[in-house]
């Protein structure tokens, strides 16, 4: 899901981390930390599209709420950051928080470990949980904030006909080897915002079992068992806050059938804190359903230890 922006100005302190992703790599990455450093534990953050570090608003209320617990926020600046997630993937986003909590766990020497994921950024955490490839980089918990279905937000903003005709374009320009090339401007639904978006990206958002296509109200009984029911076999436990006013899940949903679905599927994975953001938007800008987030996330991370 696409961030829109905020305004007003501010001034906050975080300490830059700079590593190398891998032993080759002679560019490095980077990554912004909140709280202390002497913190035995971390906690990453993940936006939506379109969000890069420091975008989302409530970050920083959940960093001063969990740093009595020994956690440290921080915000990985990945490829797909700002209008990079047209020409990025979930695979590429998993490759680079791989190389993060290995550098958490094997050079800051971080004991938990824990992915919070804020729209988009909550596929990047089960993508992460479900498809990760390297032993040793395991995380201990995953937060989904506002995970809801960019598929079906796509249909709030286009007809069915303008999205069928524009995933089987997409669709041809992958079967002619092109997934990486970018879909011309007359076969493209501009509902994310404006920049380059490639065939595979788009088809991966806008298609029905797209490589995205995680939280979908229509997905099977047989489709969720495939997806959270793999998740009660990893270790991870996964809390699940949504918005209560999320004014991105179509009104033709019930969106508390669909999580008491994933919940069903998931099983004993999925933490009883779960649930919905009083009076919160999809961003949670008020102040008040910020502070109740804040303090969710809290207890979700001391029912950890």
Request: charged share 25%; aromatic share 8%.
């Amino acid at each position: 899901m696409a961030a829109s922006s905020s305004s007003g100005n501010t001034t906050f302190a975080v300490t830059v981390h700079e590593y190398l992703p891998t032993s080759t790599s002679q560019r490095p990455s980077h990554a912004y930390e909140y709280s202390s450093s002497s913190a035995s534990n971390a906690l990453v953050f993940i936006g939506g599209l379109g969000d890069g570090p420091h975008d989302v608003p409530y970050i920083r209320t959940i960093a001063a709420s969990v740093s009595s617990l020994s956690y440290s926020v921080f915000e990985v600046r990945l490829s797909s950051a700002k209008s990079g997630w047209g020409y990025s993937s979930l695979e590429q986003d998993v490759d680079e928080l791989t190389a993060f909590v290995r550098y958490l766990r094997q050079t800051l020497r971080k004991e938990n470990v824990v992915l919070m994921g804020h729209s988009t950024g909550s596929q990047d955490c089960m993508e992460y949980l479900l498809r990760r490839k390297e032993e040793g980089v395991d995380v201990d918990g995953v937060i989904l904030q506002g995970p809801v279905s960019d598929r079906e937000a796509i249909g709030m903003e286009a007809s069915s006909k303008d999205i069928e005709t524009s995933v089987e374009w997409a669709r041809k320009m992958i079967s002619e080897g092109r997934k990486d090339e970018i879909m011309p401007g007359d076969k493209f639904l501009n509902v994310f915002g404006h920049g380059p978006v490639t065939a595979y990206r788009w088809f991966s958002l806008a298609a029905k079992g797209g490589d995205d296509d995680y939280f979908s109200s229509d997905l099977s009984d047989e489709e969720l068992a495939r997806i959270w029911g793999r998740l009660d076999r990893g270790g991870a436990r996964v809390l699940i806050v949504l918005s209560a006013e999320d004014e991105h899940v179509p009104k033709s949903v019930d969106i508390g059938k669909v999580v008491e679905r994933w919940k069903e599927a998931g099983g004993s994975a999925v933490s009883e804190l779960s649930g919905f953001i009083p009076g919160a938007n999809h961003r949670v800008e008020k102040p008040e359903a910020q502070e109740w987030l804040a303090n969710r996330v809290a207890r979700f991370l001391e029912s950890l230890d």
